[in-house]
């Protein structure tokens, strides 16, 4: 891999395909960025379901539900169709609403952002730490005053927010701890995993996430009484289990006790999720071999790579988050995913700072230069493939590409 490294930068930029060069991988065997398996067990699910012709919410939601609360050793998991689906209800079950104030960071996706507007809260940003890309807990206190309700933490790329300092202050202010753990699903911090540090711990089965169910989440509660407020909360507002309704146990009247949601997870999509979450190991054993494998190939570019995990700590590799140093490349980093595009490897950026988007900047005045960490990151962070379904051969690719791209300089 390093025998490029004494030719002139031209020869070596000529070899570029966003230069007219050979692409590292054909046209029409593109790496699309975070492509899940999907393997025999789950499409035999699905069939299985359909042939039962129970399709909605029943008892292979119920099934995933009991799993997923026994993995994350939790009281209660409540399956619903989406994380954002499971932030909203999260704030709602907690009682927030209009003028109340939920602390979250800018280096995270819309959603956990929406989730806050939607519940009629205001969210009030925390600007994250460079190496991490976690919200600075240091930070956190000066942004608390009588609105705030809640700190929303998201667990950035799979790794674990600092959560003692966190927890810490948010005991003193008496705050709620709801998690984002859409990145998160194996992450661990100090011997307990994600979704057991705050009141509530929200996850997605995206397409792109850890474990898949084409769109999903999940909201996790040790308390009885926050859960099935999100049952009912989730399900039009409807006093009994709905999905009951219809069952041989009898007909059974409903009530509707709140202007509730359709949040619930259809039975298609818990069918992959069972399967999924059997064989949650065994793709972060994959993931945790892809990156070890990027941090050694890519050590010597241009690019500072993802931190290692912290002591005691447990990183879910959900995402992989090179830096690129414009400085010393010469070239910003949409250069780099265009460069990347056209040796046709997909790729993604996990994020344009949410401060820096037209609809919050003038909703809530949010400035450039106000989270200067998240903006540091935002211009130069990419996303490289580390699905699980990545062959040894698609991983060469992305070496490949990644490594003749960053070596122009
Ligand atoms: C994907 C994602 C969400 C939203 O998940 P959906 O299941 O697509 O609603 C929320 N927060 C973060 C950090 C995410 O990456």
């Given at each position: 891999?390093k025998?490029a490294g004494?030719?002139k930068?031209m020869?070596k ?9 050979k ?5 029409n065997d593109?790496?699309v960025?975070?492509s899940?398996?999907?393997e025999?067990?789950e499409i035999?699910?699905?069939?299985q379901?359909m ?9 292979r939601a119920?099934q995933f ?15 619903v169709n989406?994380?954002t689906?499971?932030l909203?209800?999260?704030?709602l079950?907690?009682?927030?609403g ?7 960071t800018p280096?995270?996706?819309c959603?956990t952002v ?7 809260a205001?969210p009030v ?9 976690n ?8 942004k ?6 809640a700190i ?7 790794r674990?927010?600092d959560?003692?300092?966190?927890l810490?202050i948010?005991?003193?202010y008496?705050l709620?701890?709801i998690?984002d753990?859409a990145?998160a ?5 100090h011997?307990k995993k994600t979704?057991?540090f705050?009141d509530l ?8 996430k850890n474990?898949?169910?084409g769109?999903?989440g ?7 009484r926050?859960?099935?407020k999100i ?5 039009h ?5 709905a999905w ?11 009530e509707?006790?709140?202007a509730?949601?359709?949040?619930n997870?259809?039975?298609l999509q818990?069918a992959?999720g ?7 190991e065994?793709?972060?054993q994959r993931?945790h071999?892809?990156?070890?494998i990027?941090?050694?190939?890519f050590a010597?570019?241009p ?9 005691d700590?447990r990183h ?6 090179p830096l690129?140093?414009?400085?010393k490349?010469?070239?910003?980093r ?10 046709n490897v ?6 344009i700072p949410i401060h820096?988007?037209p609809y919050?900047?003038?909703?809530f005045?949010?400035r ?9 990151i935002?211009e ?5 493939p580390?699905s699980?379904a990545?062959?040894d051969?698609?991983v060469?690719?992305?070496m ?10």
């Open positions: 891999m025998c004494n030719k930068s020869n930029r000529s070899l570029l395909a966003i230069d007219g060069g692409p590292v991988r054909s046209k593109f790496m960025f975070g899940p398996p999907i025999e067990a035999e699910e699905v069939v379901c042939r039962s012709r129970w399709i909605g919410t029943g008892p119920h539900e009991e799993d997923f609360a026994l993995y994350k050793e939790k009281r209660f998991a409540i399956a989406s994380c689906a499971a909203h209800l999260s704030m079950a907690s009682g927030i209009p003028g109340d104030e939920v602390i979250t280096m995270t996706f959603a929406n989730a806050i507007i939607h519940s009629g205001t940003l925390v600007d994250c730490d460079r190496t991490t890309m919200i600075s807990p240091e930070q956190i206190e000066e608390i005053n009588g609105r705030t309700k929303l933490v998201v667990h950035f790329a799979g674990c927010c959560m003692d300092p966190i810490s948010a005991k003193s008496n709620m701890v998690e753990c990145h699903v194996e992450s661990e911090y011997g979704g057991n705050g711990g929200c996850f997605s089965f995206y397409v792109t474990i898949v169910t769109e999903g999940m909201v996790v509660t040790d308390d009885e926050i859960a099935s049952k009912v909360l989730g399900l507002g409807m006093s009994k289990d009951k309704r219809f069952s041989d146990d009898g007909y059974k009247h409903y509707v006790v709140f509730g949601f359709k949040y997870m259809p039975d818990a992959i069972i399967h999924q979450l059997k064989r949650v065994r793709y972060w993931r071999e892809i990156w070890g990027y941090n050694r190939e010597s570019l690019c500072v790579l993802p931190a290692d995990p912290e002591p700590t879910a590799y959900h995402l992989y988050t690129i140093d414009i400085e490349l010469g070239k910003n949409d250069w780099v995913l265009n460069a990347l595009t056209a040796e997909g790729t993604g950026v996990h994020y820096r988007h919050y900047r003038k909703t005045g949010w450039k230069g106000q989270f200067p960490n998240a903006e540091w935002g130069r962070t990419i996303s490289l580390i699980p990545l062959s051969n698609d060469d690719d992305v490949r590409a990644f490594t003749k791209i960053m070596r122009i300089a």
